[in-house]
């Protein structure tokens, strides 16, 4: 007599058999070959002969053999992975892209595997896309932001989709970017609101993409408005740059300062402090991206809101629409948000 987990399905099949997953074993009968071959096939060993590799991944479509990603990706011709290009940081704003590619990526069934450009050189630039190539990667994300390396990119035949997350095109893909220049608009907007006439702005270093975007924000938005911008100061991004280079804004004597990033707003302040200024009576000060600690200033600052993990997020989606046959080149901005905290007020 035939137990209960023994009973026959229709057909004569034992119904343990018919529910049971086939596995690497099975895939090997059927296409006649050892299991380490399967193996082999699954990591796309060099070895392994195309009329083997083809045998295994017909035994993978009979058998609907789906143990893992790799199984998945032999029968799709895919590696289920998302290349990352990165310039090496670790700033705020790309780090929290990062974040939200990787959450992306994974929620979507692929992985991610993450190079760096250490220099940003045309010769860099190859060794990482070699690196990825040689990784079989799907699709690529390049998170930089400075005009050099796009410029380079362009030069470089790159061979699958990709998105660039920053605002110009340059590199002749997809881009996703927060609109910068929109972001200092509304900078400049918020400080004419409250009657600032006079502004000046410290902004980011030249070759960055996004220090020249919101830089240019500020000078077309203030001519707009008939403001006077009194001046401009160049800084890195870091809040010693902010510090150091304080005097110097201060020196323009603007009611109104719109600053690069609040890393740079955080070296402002100190700066203002030690001048005997008091923020927002005697200055206003905006910044940019609204890191976690911006609240926690010994100013709560006012500054413009990135949602940077909605770039990452739309990033996925435009190269997931790629790969299935979706897309045409996208050019995607993201608009930013004015969080109005305690570092500005109605000019005296």
């Known amino acids: 007599m035939l137990s209960g987990r023994e009973m026959r399905a229709p057909g004569g099949t034992m119904a343990s058999e018919r529910e049971r997953r086939p596995n690497i074993r099975d895939v090997a009968a059927r296409a006649g070959v050892s299991y380490q071959t399967v193996s082999r096939a699954l990591n796309r060993h060099p070895n392994v002969k195309a009329a083997t590799l083809a045998k295994v991944e017909a035994a993978i479509v009979e058998l609907g053999y789906r143990p893992n990603a790799a199984a998945r990706a032999l029968v799709r011709q895919r590696s289920q992975t998302i290349g990352l ?30 190079t760096n450009a250490a220099s940003g050189s045309v010769e860099d630039l190859a060794a990482g896309l070699t690196f990825l190539r040689e990784t079989n990667v799907d699709a690529l994300v390049v998170s930089v932001a400075e005009t050099a390396v796009l410029e380079a990119l362009g030069q470089l035949r790159v061979e699958v989709p990709y998105v660039t997350l920053e605002p110009t095109g340059l590199a002749f893909g997809h881009s996703v970017a927060i609109d910068q ?26 070759g960055s993409i996004d220090a020249s975007a919101r830089a240019r924000g500020v000078e077309e938005r203030a001519a707009e408005l008939g403001l006077e911008l009194v001046g401009t ?12 280079r304080g005097p110097d804004v201060l020196a323009l004597d603007a009611t109104g300062i719109a600053v690069g990033n609040d890393q740079m707003a955080l070296g402002l302040l100190h700066a203002c402090r030690d001048a005997g200024l008091r923020v927002p009576e005697d200055r206003s000060v905006v910044g940019f991206d609204d890191v976690p600690e911006a609240p926690h200033y010994p100013t709560a600052l006012t500054t413009i809101r990135q949602e940077f993990e909605e770039v990452g997020a739309a990033a996925m989606r435009v190269l997931l629409d790629d790969l299935a046959g979706r897309a045409g080149l996208v050019h995607l901005r993201i608009p930013p948000t004015l969080v109005e905290r305690g570092s500005t007020a109605r000019v005296r």
């Open 85 to 114: 290009l990165t310039l090496p940081t670790t700033d705020y704003g790309p780090q929290t892209q990062q974040i939200a590619i990787e959450t992306a990526a994974r929620d979507a069934g692929y992985r991610i595997a993450l």
């Open 181 to 206: 220049r929109l972001g200092a608009r509304m900078a400049v907007d918020h400080l004419a609101a409250l009657g600032h006439r006079r502004i000046a702005q410290l902004r980011g270093p030249r």
């Open 233 to 244: 100061v160049e800084g890195d991004w870091t809040p010693r740059s902010g510090y150091e």
